[in-house]
Nanobody
Framework: QLQLVESGGGLVQPGGSLRLSCAAP????????IAWFREAPGKVRKKVSC????????DYLDGAGGRFTISRDNTNHTVYLQMNGLKPEDTADYYC???????????????????WGKGTPVHGSS
């Protein structure tokens, strides 16, 4: 059983930056595709970005491209989501999730993911 732990969320001013981290203490993420999802209040959970097991990233959520960057450090068994130019509409709980297939092409929706973290909140103040 893979246990994912997110960190790095918080309150940020418009235009500010945060770096979210996703780790699996005692385990390795190396063979998994890892995706970041977010769930805003009253809205459905949406995929923000995905990185496959070899470090190639997939498309980003509309509006996130150019501001968000996903990366992974397999030495430290951690996946990051660097978020720059944050906007109030980026406010959401952010979750990382793992797909055992290792490929983002098979991690298209939340139903495709095998493991989830408990989330970290991001609040973009207006």
């Amino acid at each position: 059983q893979l246990q994912l732990v997110e960190s790095g969320g918080g309150l940020v001013q418009p235009g500010g930056s945060l770096r979210l981290s996703c780790a699996a203490p005692g385990s390795t993420l190396d063979y998994y595709a890892i995706a970041w999802f977010r769930e805003a209040p009253g809205k459905v959970r949406k995929k923000v970005s995905c990185i496959d097991s070899v470090g190639e990233s997939s498309d980003y959520l509309d509006g996130a491209g150019g501001r968000f960057t996903i990366s992974r450090d397999n030495t430290n068994h951690t996946v990051y989501l660097q978020m720059n130019g944050l906007k109030p509409e980026d406010t959401a709980d952010y979750y990382c999730a793992a797909d055992s297939d290792g490929l983002c092409i098979s991690a298209d929706s939340e139903h495709d993911m095998d493991y989830w973290g408990k989330g970290t909140p991001v609040h973009g103040s207006s």
